[in-house]
Structure formats: structure tokens, C-alpha cells
């Protein structure tokens, strides 16, 4: 019986390793999927999806997702106030002007901090949709998104999007965020 020790030892062993290489998410993979369910939630497909239903599937999407007292800074929109629900209407009220909408929000480079507890995900986001009359909108941004790690889930704190490319010459715009420990 004991010869047989060191070998169930290895196997268990093997079981551990495998078991963290491909069943446990690392804290980039689980903001990733965090950014994944933030496009799909602003996502716009079904042209026969009400206004009220609309803004009841993504309240509940983005209760997961932000933060209660969520920020967010767009040059354009000005002052916005904090919180879930402004940014509820924002979004439901920019959906409605369109047929389909789609965000690819892929490539985002995320940023840990050391304590692992706060993170930044920064890079160019692409926003296109299909007008009701058929016209086809785009628009491509820098956005940073800084999330914290609340309750054991990453959710979304802060969102600074830049300016629109016409408007990059002009001295307005958003700051990029910055880590806790950055600052």
C-alpha cells in the first residue's frame, strides 16, 4: 500500500495543476468578460424590442456591471450624473435612435494594480450602428474604464471616453483615469 503513495501524491498533484491552468480565471480574464458583457449589454439587435423593454434588460445588465455610484466623463454630454440609472437613460435613450448597434471593445489593454484590487482597461473602442433610415453611423474613441474589485466581482467605477476626432484639436476633453496607486 505504501509503494503506491508517492504515485497517487504525483497524480494528485497533476489534478492541482490542471485544475489551475484551465479552470481558474485570472483577474484580466474575468475584466475581459466583464467588457464582453458590457458590449452585449448595449448591444442592439431585435428592432421589435421596446423602449421600456430595453431599458429593463440593460438596468439589469448594468447592475452587475457599474458600480452604484458609477462615473462617467464624455466631452460632449458635459456634466453627467453619477450613479446606475443616469446611464441607464443615456444609453436607452442613444439606442433608440438606432436599429442595430454594436460595441467591440477588444482592444482594451487591462492593467492590475498590485494589491490586485483595482483595475484599468484603456484602449480604442468602436461604436457602429444602423440608423432607422438605413444610414450606417461609426465612431472610434479612446476610452479608460477602471473597475474595483466589490463583493468578489469586478464592476466598473469610472469611464472616461476622449473627445470625437473632429473635435481633437480643441483643448477640451477628458482626462485619462488612472489606478489608485498611480495617483
Known sequence: MRRWLPYLGIALGIALVAYALFFVRSDEERIRERLTELASSVEVKDRRETPMIRAARVRKSFATLFSKEVRLAVPEL?????????????????????ASVALDLDGLSIRLD???????????????????????????????????????????????????ADAAESKEGVAPLKLPADE
Open 78 to 98: 458635459g456634466t453627467v450624473d453619477r450613479g446606475r440609472e443616469p446611464l441607464v437613460d443615456l444609453t436607452v435613450s442613444a439606442q433608440s435612435e438606432f
Open 114 to 164: 498590485e494589491s490586485k484590487e483595482h483595475g484599468l482597461a484603456v484602449g480604442t473602442a468602436k461604436l457602429s450602428g444602423t440608423r432607422e433610415d438605413g444610414t450606417l453611423s461609426r465612431d472610434t474613441r479612446t476610452v479608460s474604464l477602471r473597475l474595483d474589485r466589490q463583493e468578489d466581482e469586478w464592476r466598473i467605477v469610472d469611464v472616461s471616453v476622449s473627445p470625437p
